[in-house]
């Protein structure tokens, strides 16, 4: 009986650890912009763990991405799929809808800077379909 509690244990915990972790999004920088009103600038970090991957979302900003490290793969609905490396960068539109946005390896972490231009108090990120 012990045995098979162990093993049914083990068996939880790398089923687990088999399933992708969200991503951690950090605030760096929150800044209106008095030039244009009723914009503001928001800095943000992404950090991809090993496999991690986004819902398909909108932003409604002009959003800049600057890969830091790792490998990300990044697409907007009607545009091709890109493979960015550390030092690569991304661009979405207020229109786009961000399809694809994962960590391009299994293995190790991805991290990048996004810089977005937004309606102040705007959400960041808005699911879509």
């Given at each position: ?58 932003h409604y900003a002009n959003a800049f991405v600057y890969v830091l490290e790792g490998s990300i793969v990044m697409q907007v609905r009607g545009g091709k799929e890109t493979t960015l490396k ?44």
């Amino acid at each position: 009986m012990t045995f098979t509690k162990v093993v049914l244990a083990l068996a939880c915990l790398m089923s687990s650890s088999l399933v992708a972790q969200e991503a951690k999004v950090t605030p760096i920088l929150s800044k209106d912009l008095p030039n244009l009103p009723g914009k503001e600038g928001l800095m943000i970090t992404v950090e991809y763990p090993p496999g991690s991957s986004d819902p398909t979302h909108r932003h409604y900003a002009n959003a800049f991405v600057y890969v830091l490290e790792g490998s990300i793969v990044m697409q907007v609905r009607g545009g091709k799929e890109t493979t960015l490396k550390a030092g690569q960068t991304f661009y979405e539109g207020p229109d786009d809808v961000h399809v694809v946005g994962r960590n391009a390896s299994q293995t190790k972490p991805a991290r990048f800077v996004v810089f977005l231009v937004k309606d102040k108090g705007a959400p960041v990120l808005v699911p879509a379909s």
